[in-house]
């Protein structure tokens, strides 16, 4: 169905103001609160890290005791990958899926509302915890059974981390089956499959990752709600529960997790690359099947995550693992292609995707690492995870995110970013960075393990440890030069334009921002560069 | 940059240094993809930098086909030689050695451990405040694992292996030890006091390690021998 209209001509008369905000069903402004929203829990579970490395700056209990401590890295792992990059996904799909396909908004607009909500509730609820005489949930973002049974963890903070869980697993479910339904059915006249933006590409096999994935965590979550409070006994051994099920739930959801938080900002940097390379993606088709084929594998590698636990078949994992990283390359190769001989410049979005390639590349590469179970055997559990972790998360996720908010937030405010506070923030936060994570390759390899408060002394961690500390400063310094950048540009940046960037995808053929309903006219869509293609006016395909 | 990890312990058991050596070659093969990869991405960067006042489009080329398969082709093969060295290795430091010179029972608790001995009574256990401190023989020995209630993990950084402890069942690790003192860990986050369940290996000879196992039960056993 290509329709001008949704089925729902809903929100067309909004209350101005916050009660506009509050009320909102339309598809940029929930965009706008989920993606802020977001960058509110990013904040929220960064300032934990940084309690986390204050810490580890030193041997010794010196700023937090382990009770906290424990709290900390919990809520720091569930704070950035539940409340801040799966819903930063959702926020920016929200906002550029409908203009991507040249839609007038999504599918279920109120729906669209509802997930907003959820999302914001179980946020609210999983935070509670830390208000609770117990505390928060203390066992790590993965919950291992028996550790998160009530004998071992009681206390309200762990229930509550369950239901907020739950509200915002829900919240996704819902809000991928609402941009799935806007993808397939309300795409432009002309916008075939093949002619979609990479970014939309992406977020289809992301939503689908999200539509098999959360279920299995909405019921591995209900399941130890009940051996809580109910006395059910699916993870507990003493009952006859399995402790290692836990294990293949949590993960049969947690790795698809991590592909839900990075395939889509793979969809970023495959617009943004094009874009300032003055050239079209290279390998267009092979991009697509290397992005299904990342989703399809993705779901058959969840125990490379227990390899230590004896229980699973450690060369099979190991060889999905391993054949994961094929299609992942591809794209790298994409990418490179797509600069050669091209005209390239670097304005701060480009920047960031140039930080993304070489920081995921790194930890795409100890990835292979941790992918062999003899290597595993040895790094599993250590400073080296955390580093692999964080160079993905990080170096990819979040480097992709600041290359999203510099390209994309021109044509979310209608005013451009300063460039040469993007300039430093991106400068900062790659020294940062590296300074905070590079060493931890080195304290895992020599045998510092993860999620503990302290560490020997004269063990030949202090100065790994303290570098690390110093580089977390540095990160934190950076955000706040981009909050500083946000804060000055909005109220006096230049103006953006309708296409500031000479870019290649509908949301540039509007105004910035895009008017109620997004298209006053559409462009006709030919290629996949439907905007390139009117500027140049010649025939659809060079 | 990559090469700064390459300071890998050795490790104080042929398992280890199998594990070592396989990540040996490991960082030889990822430095190679590294410097290709980011070599590559550096060029675009340098070379193809655009000239100031040069408007006009560089050529617009899609795709290529035979290029796309061999960018496909390559990585394949290299993780197949990859997973086929880490198989090979695998198998050897899953190998369990069928008349092991010793047999120590190990159950993870929180927080410490407990070790006994295959038919000799002996036992150790450690605590947070006095680690348990045990000896082994060198040569074949195998803990089995478990645990009195939540997962920990059983880890040995010079041995350059862990393995969880489990609740309700048993593991196994198989190794063979060099003479010398080793710490340990608990690797698997466990609780309140995880970071508080060191314990030392000493492996020393079978004659040392047959008369400490015959000493009276005294406590936290002496771990000098
Ligand atoms: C300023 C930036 C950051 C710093 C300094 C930082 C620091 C840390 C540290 C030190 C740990 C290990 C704690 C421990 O094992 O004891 C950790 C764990 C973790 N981090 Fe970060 N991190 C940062 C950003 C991020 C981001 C952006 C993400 C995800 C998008 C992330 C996801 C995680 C996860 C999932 C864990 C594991 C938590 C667990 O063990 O349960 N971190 N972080
Ligand atoms: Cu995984
Ligand atoms: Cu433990």
Redesign the interface.
């Known amino acids: 169905m290509a329709t001008a209209e949704p089925a729902i001509v809903a929100g067309a008369h909004e209350p101005r103001g916050v009660a506009g905000w509050l009320t909102t069903v339309d598809h940029k402004r929930i965009g706008i609160l989920y993606v802020v929203t977001a960058v509110g829990f990013f904040i929220i579970s960064g300032l934990l890290s940084l309690l986390m490395r204050a810490e580890l700056a030193q041997p010794g209990l010196q700023v937090v005791n382990?009770?906290t401590y424990?709290q900390l890295f919990t809520m720091h792992g569930t704070g950035m990958m539940f409340l801040f990059a799966t819903p930063l996904v959702a926020g920016l799909a929200n906002y550029f899926v409908p203009l991507h396909v040249g839609a007038p908004d999504v599918a279920f607009p109120r729906l669209n509302a509802l997930t907003y909500w959820l999302y914001v509730l179980g946020g609210v609820v999983v935070f509670s915890g830390f208000l609770t005489a117990s505390g928060a949930a203390?066992?790590?973002w993965t919950g291992?059974a028996?550790?998160s049974e009530a004998?071992?963890?009681p206390g309200a903070g762990v229930d509550l981390w369950i239901i907020g869980l739950i509200l915002v697993g829900t919240s996704s479910i819902l809000g991928a089956v609402n941009l799935m339904a806007t993808i397939f059915g309300m795409r432009a006249p002309g916008m075939t499959m093949f002619r979609l933006p990479i970014f939309t590409w992406n977020i289809i096999v992301t939503l689908t990752l999200i539509m098999f994935s959360f279920p299995v965590l909405t019921a591995a979550l209900a399941a130890l709600f009940i051996d809580r409070n109910l006395g059910g006994g699916f993870f507990d051994?003493?009952q006859g529960g399995?402790?290692?099920l836990w294990q293949h739930l949590f993960w049969f959801f947690g790795h698809p997790e991590v592909y839900i938080v990075i395939l889509p900002f793979f969809g970023v940097i495959t617009e943004i690359i094009p874009v300032f390379?003055?050239?079209?993606l290279?390998?267009?088709?092979?991009f697509v099947f290397a992005t299904l084929l990342i989703g399809a594998y993705s779901f058959s590698v969840w125990a490379h995550h227990m390899f230590?636990?004896?229980?699973v078949n450690?060369?099979f994992f190991?060889?999905m693992t391993?054949?994961i990283?094929?299609p992942t390359?591809?794209k790298?190769?994409s990418?490179?292609?797509t600069?050669?001989?091209?005209?390239?410049?670097?304005p701060t979005p480009m920047l960031f995707a140039?930080g993304f390639?070489?920081m995921f590349?790194?930890g795409g590469?100890?990835g292979?690492?941790v992918a062999?179970?003899?290597?595993d055997?040895?790094v599993?559990?250590?400073y080296y995870v955390v580093a692999h972790m964080h160079y993905v998360l990080f170096g990819g996720t979040v480097f992709a995110s600041f290359a999203a908010f510099y390209y994309w937030i021109p044509k979310m405010s209608g005013r451009m970013m300063g460039e040469r506070l993007g300039k430093l923030h991106f400068w900062l936060m790659l020294i940062g960075f590296n300074l905070t994570f590079?060493p931890m390759?080195?304290m895992g390899?020599?045998?510092m393990?993860?999620?503990?408060?302290?560490?020997?002394a004269e063990s030949g961690l202090e100065v790994l440890n303290a570098v690390s500390t110093a580089g977390s400063g540095i990160v934190a310094l950076s955000i706040a030069v981009f909050l500083f950048n946000l804060f000055v540009s909005m109220k006096r940046g230049a103006s953006a334009g309708d296409d500031p960037w000479q870019a290649n995808t509908l949301e540039w053929a509007t105004s910035s921002p895009p008017p109620h309903h997004n298209f006053k006219r559409l462009p006709p869509i030919r290629s996949e560069r439907p905007v390139f293609d009117a500027r140049?006016t010649g025939p659809a395909?060079? | 940059m990559v090469l700064t990890t390459s300071c890998a312990p050795q490790g104080s058991t042929s398992q280890g240094r199998e594990i070592s050596s396989l990540y040996d070659i490991f960082l030889w093969i990822a430095a190679g993809v590294f410097l290709v990869t980011a070599g590559l991405i550096a060029w675009s960067i340098i070379r193809y930098r655009a000239k100031p006042g040069d408007d006009d489009l560089p050529e617009q080329f899609h795709q290529n086909l035979k290029l796309e398969v061999t960018w496909f082709a390559i990585p394949q093969i290299l993780v197949v030689v990859l997973f086929v060295l880490s198989a090979f290795a695998l198998n050897e430091v899953n190998e369990e050695s069928p008349e092991p010179d010793a047999v120590v029972d190990v159950t993870g608790f929180q927080w410490g451990w407990r070790f006994t001995y295959d038919g000799s009574g002996k036992e150790v256990v450690g605590t947070p405040q006095e680690p348990a401190k045990v000896l082994v023989p060198v040569g074949n020995v195998s803990f089995v694992l478990t645990s009195a209630d939540v997962v920990h993990s059983f880890y040995v950084p010079d041995f350059l292996i862990k393995r969880d402890a489990v609740p309700g069942r048993d593991t196994r690790i198989d190794v063979n030890v060099d003479a010398g003192v080793y710490d340990g860990v608990c690797a698997e986050f466990c609780g309140l006091l995880h970071a508080r369940m060191p314990f030392t290996i000493e492996a020393v000879s079978q004659e040392a390690f047959q008369q400490w196992l015959q000493e009276p039960p005294e406590g936290v056993a002496r771990g000098d021998g």
């Open positions: 382990e009770s424990n203390a066992f790590g291992y028996p550790l004998t071992y963890s051994p003493t399995d402790p290692i390379s003055r050239k079209p290279f390998g267009y088709r092979g230590t636990t004896g229980s450690n060369p190991s060889a391993m054949l990283a094929v390359g591809v790298f190769f990418w490179i292609a600069m050669w001989r091209g005209k390239l410049t670097f140039m390639l070489f590349l790194i590469i100890t292979i690492f062999s179970p003899p290597i055997y040895a599993h559990d250590t590079f390759h080195q390899l020599n045998g393990q993860r999620r503990v408060a302290d560490y020997p140049h395909d060079g």
